[in-house]
């Protein structure tokens, strides 16, 4: 997989959306100061070839820890921003030591929580929207509750467009979501968690946020203005909300859990 590690200090780890690349954290990345930024393209995006055989959430979620073992992180606090939502709640199921802190941005628990109208799952269903910078403008206030110049001329769209996923990893990544859930053992998450929904998001309703604010033990709840890219699209107050969660995260925890790598 494509990896990419910006700036310095406690390692953040970035999963987004899905079919989404590197290059589109741009705008949410310049605002995460203070932060050693690791990014990837999973499998079929970006500059990632396809898997061979498509895998569930939870593989997905041990690929993630096989990069982190590469990379000698131990123990990483997660923003998991929508399909990478998933991810990271299965990521601090399945290795809950490797997780120091999760925020959660524009997502859902998957099965159990209130999904999307038929027509924002159908569009979802497609990538035509990473290919053609006209479907991205007529699509983008059904799909993300955004204007159509927010979602195609921006430097999040621009990344977008410049490297879209390919027809089988976008499909291996419906494929993981598809009849996934966390809410059989959303109680069992003991990890501190701030969760983030928009007011205007279509494809992640904000319910999913109360959902999971309510299940989850530690968790923080903010309810933002704006549609499904607010991360990207207005990252300034949103990142603050993150950069001061994590701050009171890094006040809490002994030095060595906050270093987060190996000696």
Known sequence: MRVAVAGEGPPLLLLTGIGANIEMWEPAA????????????????????????????????????????????????????????????????QAPDRVRALVLAATTPGVGGQPPSPWVLALMSSPARYYSRTWLRLTAPLLFGTSPRAAADSPHGRARLHRPPGLVGYTQQLYALSGWSSRWWLRQLEHPTLVIGARRDPLAPPRNADILAAALPEARLEIVDGGHLFLFENPGPSCALVEDFLRDQDARAPAEQVAGSRP
Request: glycine content about 14%.
């Open 30 to 93: 310049r605002h995460l100061t203070g932060r050693r930024l690791v990014m990837l393209d999973v499998p079929g995006t970006g500059e990632s070839p396809a898997l061979r055989v498509g895998l569930r959430m939870r593989g997905y979620a041990q690929l993630v820890t096989q990069v982190l073992d590469v990379l000698g992180l131990d123990r990483v606090d997660v923003l998991g921003y929508s399909w990478g939502g998933a991810l990271a709640q299965q990521l601090a199921h």
